[in-house]
T-cell receptor, first 112, second 113 residues
């Protein structure tokens, strides 16, 4: 089946940039997403990118997509302690069943 | 306010008992999903429904059952056949069929003693 991989942990200092990386195997991916999960809560959609784009910027968030290498990244500028959470990468393959495949999540810890 | 309501937030049950988790949405979304989350794991798809009175098995459907009698409601039953039912369960719906992103509820944590 399709697979999404991401590193499990990232630790940064407050004010630095954070970069969370993700790789996926489905060459027919149409949309790719980044979600944020705070402790004990559901997942919140941060941003998404369509597969024919290579970059998307939304305030402090920048998404880069390298479709050839099947690599997706999320950059958070000026990281704050409130950004500490688990970040999930997800991809939607071709087809109409709207099934998303999720990575295992990256725990971002922001140190003061 | 529009949203997805999952209840209960926390649930404790004895081994061998069936439990039903509620998921209600007032967003008028057609498609609804159930995912299971375990510590250090991604989300694994249990069941999904694209329309009323229709649903499909996901990747880990064994030991679970669902119904979709109303557009607003997609309850999940965790049966005694599910070997490791202790987990965090997330319900989601799809706001935009073209983009396909999932909109999640706040989750239900089930602990089987």
């Amino acid at each position: 089946g399709e697979d999404v991989e991401q590193s499990l942990f990232l630790s940064v200092r407050e004010g630095d940039s954070s970069v969370i990386n993700c790789t996926y195997t489905d060459s027919s991916s149409t949309y790719l997403y980044w979600y944020k999960q705070e402790p004990g809560a559901g997942l919140q959609l941060l941003t998404y990118i369509f597969s024919n784009m290579d970059m998307k910027q939304d305030q402090r968030l920048t998404v880069l997509l390298n479709k050839k290498d099947k690599h997706l990244s999320l950059r958070i500028a000026d990281t704050q302690t409130g950004d500490s959470a688990i970040y999930f990468c997800a991809e939607r393959g071709g087809g109409s069943n709207y099934k998303l495949t999720f990575g295992k999540g990256t725990l971002l810890t922001v140190n003061p | 306010d529009g949203g997805i309501t999952q209840s209960p937030k926390y649930l404790f049950r004895k081994e061998g008992q069936n439990v039903t988790l509620s998921c209600e949405q007032n967003l008028n979304h057609d498609a609804m999903y159930w995912y299971r989350q375990d510590p250090g794991q991604g989300l694994r798809l249990i069941y999904y429904s694209q329309i009323v009175n229709d649903f499909q098995k996901g990747d880990i459907a064994e030991g679970y059952s669902v119904s979709r009698e109303k557009k607003e409601s997609f309850p999940l039953t965790v049966t005694s056949a599910q070997k490791n039912p202790t987990a965090f369960y997330l319900c989601a719906s799809v706001p935009d069929r073209a983009r396909g992103e999932l909109f999640f509820g706040e989750g239900s944590r089930l602990t089987v003693l």
